[in-house]
């Protein structure tokens, strides 16, 4: 396995080395898309952690055979637990940094926090993606949307899976609304903060980190991806898409 907790896999040269595009477009998730941000936020007062883990919509093995019971477990208890922890560790130490007025190694922190708080929120989202019911086709105006940007559904699909089957090293396929130009676009994310688009707000996202996939499928993503059509819940898809078609982020007249 190449991922463990909540630490980057890359060395800090190879971080440097890359261009990388970090942005809103993760964290729009949260605030737009009906992620259920009282259980992934800290509460109301201002006391206890800044964030949470949400509880799954559903039991650890409604996906099965599709996703399995140990590997959903292991990846909500432990995995996402993991990236929650490691983004109130990251805000607590600003926190120290900010009463200490003293900010050596505040470039690391940021990085933590970027890479842990995208990791929770990304989470949040592809559990709510996902369904016992899930699969078929969408409807409505995200059908429409998918025809008009990708000709048909099965290309966007086919588009979809391989953009998340070929991620270099760790990472998610994702579909994103791009306000910019009011279309939709498949693209990845290396890790969980990196090729990002900005100004894009993600509405379908499938996780291929190896703990995502590897204790059922091993080293077969593919295989994974293919599965993962199986538990899709449109009906979740298309409400992120309608709350982020109605969202003026960019404040254009």
């Not at 899930?134 to 059908?143: D, H, Q, V």
């Not at 499938?206 to 593919?222: G, K, P």
């Given at each position: 396995?190449?991922?463990?907790?909540?630490?980057?896999?890359?060395?800090?040269?190879?971080?440097?080395?890359?261009?990388?595009?970090?942005?809103?477009?993760?964290?729009?998730?949260?605030?737009?898309?009906?992620?259920?941000?009282?259980?992934?936020?800290?509460?109301?007062?201002?006391?206890?952690?800044?964030?949470?883990?949400?509880?799954?919509?559903?039991?650890?093995?409604?996906?099965?055979?599709?996703?399995?019971?140990?590997?959903?477990?292991?990846?909500?208890?432990?995995?996402?637990?993991?990236?929650?922890?490691?983004?109130?560790?990251?805000?607590?130490?600003?926190?120290?940094?900010?009463?200490?007025?003293?900010?050596?190694?505040?470039?690391?922190?940021?990085?933590?926090?970027?890479?842990?708080?995208?990791?929770?929120?990304?989470?949040?989202?592809?559990?709510?993606?996902?369904?016992?019911?899930?699969?078929?086709?969408?409807?409505?105006?995200?059908?429409?949307?998918?025809?008009?940007?990708?000709?048909?559904?099965?290309?966007?699909?086919?588009?979809?899976?391989?953009?998340?089957?070929?991620?270099?090293?760790?990472?998610?396929?994702?579909?994103?609304?791009?306000?910019?130009?009011?279309?939709?676009?498949?693209?990845?994310?290396?890790?969980?903060?990196?090729?990002?688009?900005?100004?894009?707000?993600?509405?379908?996202?499938?996780?291929?980190?190896?703990?995502?996939?590897?204790?059922?499928?091993?080293?077969?993503?593919?295989?994974?991806?293919?599965?993962?059509?199986?538990?899709?819940?449109?009906?979740?898809?298309?409400?992120r898409y309608e709350s982020a078609r109605d969202a003026n982020l960019l404040d254009d007249d």
């Open positions: 396995m190449t991922d463990g907790s909540h630490l980057r896999s890359e060395s800090l040269p190879e971080l440097e080395r890359r261009t990388v595009l970090r942005g809103v477009g993760v964290a729009a998730g949260a605030t737009l898309l009906g992620t259920d941000v009282a259980a992934a936020t800290g509460d109301d007062d201002g006391d206890g952690p800044a964030y949470r883990l949400p509880p799954l919509p559903y039991d650890y093995d409604a996906l099965e055979p599709h996703i399995d019971e140990r590997t959903m477990t292991l990846h909500h208890d432990t995995h996402h637990q993991g990236y929650v922890d490691g983004a109130n560790e990251a805000l607590q130490t600003l926190a120290e940094m900010r009463e200490a007025d003293e900010f050596d190694g505040v470039r690391h922190v940021k990085r933590d926090l970027s890479f842990n708080l995208s990791g929770h929120i990304l989470h949040t989202i592809f559990w709510e993606n996902m369904s016992p019911d899930g699969g078929g086709t969408p409807s409505g105006a995200l059908a429409d949307r998918i025809e008009t940007d990708f000709g048909s559904f099965a290309a966007m699909c086919k588009e979809f899976s391989a953009s998340a089957s070929n991620v270099e090293g760790s990472g998610w396929g994702t579909l994103l609304y791009d306000h910019r130009s009011d279309s939709l676009l498949v693209t990845q994310v290396e890790n969980h903060d990196e090729l990002v688009v900005q100004g894009g707000t993600p509405l379908l996202v499938l996780d291929v980190w190896e703990h995502a996939y590897y204790l059922q499928y091993e080293n077969n993503r593919s295989e994974y991806v293919d599965a993962f059509w199986n538990v899709v819940d449109w009906a979740n898809v298309e409400k």
